[in-house]
């Protein structure tokens, strides 16, 4: 899988909610789930 972007934010979920957290995107995912709604994890990012 490739890294298309790194960013830090507020994190909105779970027991961590409103903590400063670093995020982690990525692309080329060889698996379909259901539930992504990503655009971009399925192609080159």
């Known amino acids: 899988m490739k ?3 790194i960013f830090r934010s507020i994190q909105g979920e ?3 909610a409103g903590l400063a957290c670093a995020f982690v995107r990525l692309a080329g995912c060889p698996l379909r789930c ?3 709604d990503t655009a ?3 192609g080159g990012g």
């Open 40 to 42: 971009y994890a399925h």
């Open 3 to 5: 890294v298309t972007e």
């Open 14 to 16: 779970s027991t961590f």
């Open 34 to 36: 259901s539930y992504c």
